[in-house]
């Protein structure tokens, strides 16, 4: 597609549920990232894919929080029995190889993930 | 752990200056350095994206440059418009980002 697609724009959850949060990323972007931003924090690092594989799920806050791409395209963000302090914007990311054009991030519009 | 500093945290000018933002950061071996507007509710947009052999990048009104040897990246924005109030955001690596805090910028028509 011409940018990357997330949905839900938003979301509002009880606490407790499970929830997925999707990235549809621009055509041919080998790597994919979600990223988080809490009121009043900065821009904070979950994950990175290359392909269909993640070398660096560093990001991720707890055992709740797993994410997946299929067919080098499309990426999950499920967060399993959220809690209020999930309540944040989750926002993904796509970009080219090293190479062309470098590590040149676009970014999607977010999800706001609201937890009550 | 790389640490990305931006100044000043808010910045209010009458419509038609020039705007200065600094963004400031620790490890001199970076991969690029990209610079981003983000306006409030929304996801960010990417500027300017200068990769570690390049000085410098311009588009339009808008001129970035970066100084590995001391760490800091400047953007330059001519001639400023009510439509360039936003948050600016400065971020460093090469797969993984680390952001600094932003700049908000306000532009008094």
């Known amino acids: 597609g011409a940018g990357v697609s997330q949905s839900p724009s938003n979301k509002v959850t009880e606490k407790g549920k499970d929830v997925e949060l999707r990235c549809d990323p621009i055509s041919g972007h080998t790597a994919l990232y979600w990223y988080r931003q809490s009121l009043g924090q900065g821009l904070e690092f979950l994950i990175y894919f290359q392909g269909n594989s993640a070398p660096d799920k560093s990001g991720l806050p707890s055992d709740r929080f797993s994410a997946e791409r299929t067919g080098g395209s499309v990426s999950t963000l499920t967060i399993q029995r959220t809690q209020q302090e999930d309540s944040a914007v989750y926002l993904c990311a796509s970009s080219s190889a090293p190479g062309q054009g470098g590590y040149g991030y676009t970014f999607g519009s977010g999800t706001r993930l609201t937890v009550v | 752990k790389q640490e990305v500093t931006q100044i000043p945290a808010a910045l209010s000018v009458p419509e038609g200056e020039n705007l200065v933002l600094n963004c400031s950061f620790t490890?001199?071996?970076?991969?690029?350095l990209q610079w981003f507007r983000q306006d409030p509710g929304k996801g960010l947009t990417s500027l300017l994206l200068?990769?570690?052999?390049?000085r410098e990048q311009t588009s339009g009104r808008l001129n970035a440059s970066l100084d590995k040897s001391s760490g800091r990246s400047t953007l330059y924005i001519a001639a400023s418009q009510p439509g360039d109030s936003a948050t600016y955001l400065c971020a460093v690596g090469d797969y993984k980002l680390s952001f600094g805090a932003g700049t908000t910028v306000t532009v008094r028509a």
């Open positions: 200068i990769q570690s052999s390049q």
């Open positions: 490890d001199s071996a970076i991969y690029n």
